[in-house]
């Protein structure tokens, strides 16, 4: 077990460092094993009544308590976490970073000594253990620091590891793309009340479409056109349906959608670098 015995604190307690530690607690680790750190009293009252996890008063506590320390704090503020606990940490940890935007080099700047760091793209599903989360390591970083990361992201979802300068594009699909999948579920919605659907009746049959045809793809291994083509048969409904939504560009839109989320990704990317 990559986990086993280490102490895994999040600097940072809001929403999607709930959603770690929540799937860490419920992946095995022992409460008592995770730390969270942050500048409101209620959050950390919250975190440690619901999870039972230890809460520290301070990030400088957490960074000298813990072997992985998990950056869970707003890009805005990355560099000014940084500049506090920079100097604490060592190489036998693991730092793992969350920021979106923020670059590994970015990072690695502000430790002095040659620690490993991970940097991670999740997304909100990950509240629900159903995220997709991307990571990418830093030159310091050893297969061991890979594998812990990949446990904790594992624990709330799936994960993959992609070269760095991939992870805009990571964030224009799947760091966005909850977005685009609730627009989607929204017309499909509409869509049903507009045939004659009662409202709640048409958005739980969507969500659960959308859900189904998902776990399909991911479950059977298949191609998703494969899939498509077993729905579909000889002038039936289906196959009418894909014709209107060919007609009207779904699929043209929905890269567009990628591609334009992946470059504001790299115009915020290099705000940070400049």
């Known amino acids: 077990m990559p986990l086993e015995g280490l102490k895994i ?3 940072g307690g809001g929403a999607m460092a709930e959603a770690l530690l929540r799937g860490l607690v419920s992946g095995g680790i022992p409460p008592g094993n995770l730390y969270a750190s ?6 950390l009252d919250y975190l440690r009544r619901e999870l039972g996890i ?16 998990i950056l869970a704090v707003k890009p805005q503020v990355m560099g000014e976490v940084l500049k506090e606990i920079g100097e604490l940490f060592h190489p036998a940890q693991t730092v793992i970073s969350i920021a979106a935007g923020i670059p590994i080099e970015f990072i690695e700047e502000h430790i002095p000594a040659p620690v490993p760091v991970i940097r991670v793209m999740p997304n909100t599903p990950c509240l629900l253990r159903a995220g997709a989360s991307a990571l990418c390591v830093g030159k310091h970083a050893t297969a ?9 992201f594992s624990a709330v979802g799936r994960a993959v ?7 805009d594009a990571v964030t224009g699909l ?4 909850p977005a685009y999948m609730y627009v989607i579920l929204e017309a499909l919605a509409d869509a049903g009340v507009r045939v004659g659907l009662p409202r709640d009746v048409a958005l739980v049959l969507s969500a659960q479409t959308m859900l189904g045809a998902a776990r399909m793809v991911l479950e059977t291994g298949e191609h998703p056109g494969r ?3 077993m729905v579909t048969t000889p002038g039936g409904t289906a196959i009418a349906g894909i014709y209107a939504l060919e007609e009207g560009g779904l699929r043209v839109t929905l890269m567009r959608a990628v591609e334009e989320a992946t470059r504001r990704s790299k115009e915020l990317s290099a ?4």
């Open 271 to 274: 705000k940070v670098k400049g």
């Open 144 to 152: 061991r620091d890979q594998e812990r990361a990949m446990a904790i």
């Open 38 to 43: 942050d500048t409101r009293r209620e959050r």
């Open 9 to 11: 604190g999040c600097i």
């Open 174 to 177: 799947s760091g966005s793309g």
């Open 161 to 167: 590891m992609v070269p760095e300068e991939l992870m």
């Open 54 to 69: 230890n809460t520290l008063p301070s990030n400088r506590d957490l960074a000298k308590s813990t072997d992985v320390v």
């Open 227 to 229: 899939l498509k083509n």
